[in-house]
């Protein structure tokens, strides 16, 4: 069974952070490049930071540069990500998934809002 469960958005305001989770089921997470992804209502899915396997190399939007950080934990089989310095274009409905052809399935999501 195939499963990806985000979790840790919510409000957050101007400036401030958050930190996502992602669990993963193994046939996902084992040996993949993992991936963060964001979607707002009327646009296509975006690529936000990506990781390595084995976690050593770490790249991300634009966008993100500097105030987001992607780690993982294999033991755990979970993806996380930490926010900083958020701002309202940050809003957004948050995914983990690999990122590989095999890719082709996803959770729902975890809601991230910022406002004042």
């Known amino acids: 069974q195939v499963q990806l469960v985000e979790s840790g958005g919510g409000l957050a305001q101007p400036g401030g952070s958050l930190r996502l989770s992602c669990a993963a089921s193994?046939?996902?997470?084992?040996?993949?490049?993992m991936a963060w992804y964001r979607r707002t209502p009327g646009k296509q899915r975006e690529l936000v930071a990506r990781i390595t396997s084995s976690g050593r190399t770490q790249s991300y939007a634009d966008s993100v540069k500097g105030r987001f950080r992607i780690s993982r934990d294999n033991g755990k089989n979970t993806l996380y990500l930490e926010m900083d310095s958020l701002n309202p274009e940050d809003t957004a409905v948050y995914y983990c998934?690999?990122?590989?052809?095999?890719?082709?399935?996803w959770g729902q999501g975890t809601q991230v809002t910022v406002s004042s």
């Open positions: 193994v046939i996902i997470f084992s040996a993949h490049i």
């Open positions: 998934n690999c990122l590989s052809p095999h890719c082709d399935s």
